[in-house]
Antibody, heavy 116, light 110 residues
Framework: QVQLQESGPGLVKPSETLSLTCTVS????????WNWIRQPPGKGLEWIGY???????NYNPSLKSRVTISVDTSRNHFSLKMTSVTAADTAVYYC??????????WGQGTLVTVSS | QSALTQTASVSGSPGQSITISCTGT?????????VSWYQHHPGKAPKLMIS???NRPSGVSNRFSGSKSGNTASMTISGLQAEDEADYYC??????????FGGGTKLTVL
């Protein structure tokens, strides 16, 4: 059974960089897209971006200038970096496996709060 | 890219059927048969309920079904049960090879 687990700081100061890692267990990373998705408090889901196992990436145009996703298939994890964060980036951040356009396995999510 | 349009809320009584719609454009919903539907109970991970417009992943009840016509996709839940009360989101692959979600629909089982 594939499992994903997000990890990283729960509190980030404004203007600093948010860094999260998603560890994948129970399956290979090869052949899949690996997504980051977030949900601000009281709002809907927002796709942040994905990375293919080869390292090819694509990002939400509204976040592209601030986001980098990387992958380390040898360690079965992928990571998210988001620069210059503001309070608007406060959200539950999910990682998910993408099989085509479908996200079939999700992590439990981690709350990241942007505050001084 | 703009979020797909979903009705904010829908309700139904146990045993009834409801349909949630998801409207996009020819650049996303209308472009490919890559529409997914997710069930999200607060505090839990979203769950894939429908993939590729109308496919049910293993373990998903056959009370859930999906379809698409033009730029609008729909998911129907038949035989409503209390456990179906949740938020539901659609998502679509786009011609830019990105993903876009709908704004979400809150389902209340009366």
């Amino acid at each position: 059974q594939v499992q994903l687990q997000e990890s990283g700081p729960g509190l980030v100061k404004p203007s600093e960089t948010l860094s999260l890692t998603c560890t994948v267990s129970g399956g290979s990373m090869r052949g899949y897209f690996w997504n980051w998705i977030r949900q601000p408090p009281g709002k809907g889901l927002e796709w942040i971006g994905y990375i293919y196992h080869t390292g090819s990436t694509n990002y939400n145009p509204s976040l592209k200038s601030r986001v980098t996703i990387s992958v380390d298939t040898s360690r079965n994890h992928f990571s998210l970096k988001m620069t210059s964060v503001t309070a608007a980036d406060t959200a539950v951040y999910y990682c998910a496996r993408g099989d085509g356009g479908n996200s079939d396995y999700w992590g439990q999510g981690t709350l990241v709060t942007v505050s001084s | 890219q703009s979020a797909l349009t979903q009705t904010a809320s829908v309700s139904g009584s146990p045993g009834q059927s409801i349909t949630i719609s998801c409207t996009g454009t020819s650049s996303d919903v209308g472009a490919y048969n890559y529409v997914s539907w997710y069930q999200h109970h607060p505090g839990k991970a979203p769950k894939l309920m429908i993939s590729d417009v109308s496919n049910r992943p293993s373990g998903v009840s056959n009370r859930f079904s999906g379809s698409k016509s033009g730029n609008t996709a729909s998911m129907t839940i038949s035989g409503l049960q209390a456990e179906d009360e949740a938020d539901y989101y659609c998502s679509s692959f786009t011609i830019s090879s990105t993903l876009v979600f709908g704004g979400g629909t809150k389902l209340t089982v009366l």
